[in-house]
Each structure stands twice: as structure tokens, then as C-alpha cells.
């Protein structure tokens, strides 16, 4: 946002973003509500998607990351950061670089949080294992104690003990991996489709 608030000139400085953010301003407010946002609720909220599909995405793991991504801003991301009726794309400019920066954006977050997904999975060992290098890991749990992480918690460990249990073994027979990688390539393919539908309304 401080890239196209520097290349949108005067014309856009002290207008309301679709946030009600002023353009030109760094607030406490607006950057802990960025941080908490997008640091905090989307990476919880994509953690508990992205174990549903994570099997069924290919790899390396940055590449099935690029198209958890797309399959966000397909999904979610064109009710508002990147739908047309979004107030910003009236505001901001020149209107390419806005609309690159919510599409690059959204393919980074999925590539980078793949990327780690995978790495955490391959170094995490058991926490009763010895070591600090396997505990280093569980830290994050500190975050349930804020509340609202209690539930989408509960519901992370109720689907890793699903998929790893007699679901997960069904889940890795030839036949259903088949159809899910098809799945997921019919999907990626829509998801394409969708993104490049809204960012042609847009400019």
C-alpha cells in the first residue's frame, strides 16, 4: 500500500481506502490492524484450508503454494481486495500496478506458506523427543492464549488426527490421488479463469 500510495500523487492523498485508511498515512492503528489481519487471522484461517488440500497440490511445495494462492484470490480475495467494486482501484494508481500488487501478493502468500508448511512438517519431531531442536517448533502454541486461536486450534488438530488416521491412508490410494490431483487442476484452471475475469473488469 506504500508503493501505490507513492505513485497515486496528489489526487489520491487523504481519500478513505475500502479499510477507511487515509492514503498517505501510517497510523499505529492501521498497522496493527495489518499486522494482527493479515500476520495473524489469514494465516490461521488458510492453515486449516490448505491441510484439506495440501496432499492433493503438486510438487515442490512453492509450486502447489502458487496455486493455493490462486485458489484463494479466486475464492476469497475477489469479494474485496481485488473485486471491481472495490473503492481503492478508483483511488489508487497507475491501476496495472495495484492490480499486480493484489495478484503477486496473494501468489506470494500461498508460495511462502507452503514453503514453510513443508519445511516445519520435515524438522518438527515429536515433543516428547529429545532436544531442544524438537520443541523449538511447538513455541507457537503460546498463541492459545488468546481465545480466538482456541477454536480454529481444535479444529486444526481434529483434521491432522482425520488425515493422518484411517482417512489419511485412504486418501493416499492411487485412484483417489488421481482424481484429486484432476480435481484440484480443474480447479486451478477456474480459479485462473475467475482472476483473469475480475482483473479485465477492473482495468
Known sequence: ????????????????????????????????????????????????????????????????????GLLLLATFGVDDPLSSDNVDFRILTPLPLAVTLVVVTALLFGATFA???????????????????????????????????????????AIRVIDRGRIGVLLEQRPIQLAGHALMSVAAIAAALIVLRTTVEIL
Open 1 to 68: 500500500m506504500r508503493i501505490l500510495g507513492a505513485t497515486s500523487g496528489d489526487r489520491a492523498q487523504g481519500r478513505l481506502t475500502e479499510a477507511d485508511e487515509v492514503v498517505g498515512e501510517i497510523t499505529f492503528g492501521g498497522s496493527l490492524g495489518f499486522v494482527v489481519f493479515v500476520g495473524l487471522l489469514l494465516p490461521a484461517g488458510a492453515s486449516l484450508i490448505y491441510l484439506v488440500v495440501r496432499r492433493f497440490l503438486p510438487d515442490p511445495a512453492w509450486i502447489g503454494g502458487l496455486i493455493f
Open 115 to 157: 514453503a514453510l508448511a513443508a519445511r516445519l512438517d520435515s524438522t518438527m519431531g515429536r515433543i516428547a523427543d529429545p532436544g531442544w531442536a524438537n520443541k523449538i517448533g511447538y513455541v507457537s502454541l503460546v498463541a492459545l492464549v488468546v481465545p480466538f486461536f482456541l477454536i480454529p486450534a481444535i479444529v486444526y488438530v
